[in-house]
């Protein structure tokens, strides 16, 4: 078992230009270090950079009468639900939220859509964004590339059709919003096939894999390069990621 010392020279090489991380993270894959959560994130908050703003999935799932806010807990992993707690802010949607960190958290717009990444979404700011990198520590491409998630419902893919969440949602003063979100999600019969998607960005080279010793997956890409990509490809054949 490893411990602080090893975490901290395992992240030490994490250095990036942009000034808003997105974090997918899996302790799962990190069994080997003998840390603690608070720990955990201490170490990579330290190696990334404190002055960063980190943005981390705090996603549900699971079918529910009421999303919270301040109560409902991520589902998005053990590190996410530590993260959730201790946030400057969490966006509002029963399906898709986000916890943001950091110095430049006020410039992470509010979820201003009904849909997870529609027109003045979270989403849509991130995902336009230069200055945002999306990292995965743990997490393989499925798991780890949400914002691969919004060309989708940009350009309204056939395989792709909203949906009516019916949960009750209160915002961060514990008042419900009278309105129904929505998701855009797949139609039966249809599963993402991302594999000729990731060959690409690899070949592109805008996705880049850091090889490590313990074979843990990491990987990171510029959330705009991602998504003009991806939306120049659905252009071209609007099954690319379901073929």
């Not at 201490?42 to 999303?67: A, D, H, Q, R």
Request: proline share 4%.
């Amino acid at each position: 078992m490893f411990g602080e010392n090893e975490l901290y020279k395992f992240f030490k090489s994490l250095k990036f230009k942009e000034e808003f991380i997105i974090i997918h993270p899996d302790l799962l894959s990190f069994y080997q270090f003998k840390v603690k959560v608070d720990k955990f994130w201490e170490v990579l908050n330290f190696c990334i950079g404190s002055k960063k703003t980190y943005i981390v999935p705090t996603f549900n799932f699971k079918k529910s009468i009421s999303w919270k806010c301040n109560e409902t807990p991520s589902e998005s992993g053990y590190l996410t639900e530590y993260l959730r707690k201790i946030s400057k802010k969490r966006t509002i949607h029963p399906i898709h939220s986000v916890s943001v960190l950091g110095p430049k958290f006020k410039e992470i717009p509010d979820h201003e859509s009904l849909s997870s990444f529609g027109k003045n979404s979270t989403w849509e700011w991130l995902c336009e964004n230069n200055h945002v990198r999306n990292l995965s520590i743990g997490s393989e491409f499925i798991e780890g590339a949400t914002i691969c998630h919004y060309p989708e419902e940009k350009l309204q893919v056939p395989y792709r059709k909203y949906i009516k969440l019916k949960q009750k949602v209160f915002d961060k003063k514990n008042k419900q919003i009278k309105k129904f979100f929505l998701y855009f999600a797949r139609k039966k019969g249809i599963e993402n096939n991302w594999s000729k998607c990731l060959r690409k960005l690899r070949k592109n080279k805008i996705i880049l894999y850091k090889k490590n010793n313990l074979n843990i997956p990491i990987f990171s890409m510029n959330a705009a390069s991602t998504t003009k990509f991806i939306i120049k490809e659905l252009r071209k054949d609007n099954r690319f990621v379901i073929e």
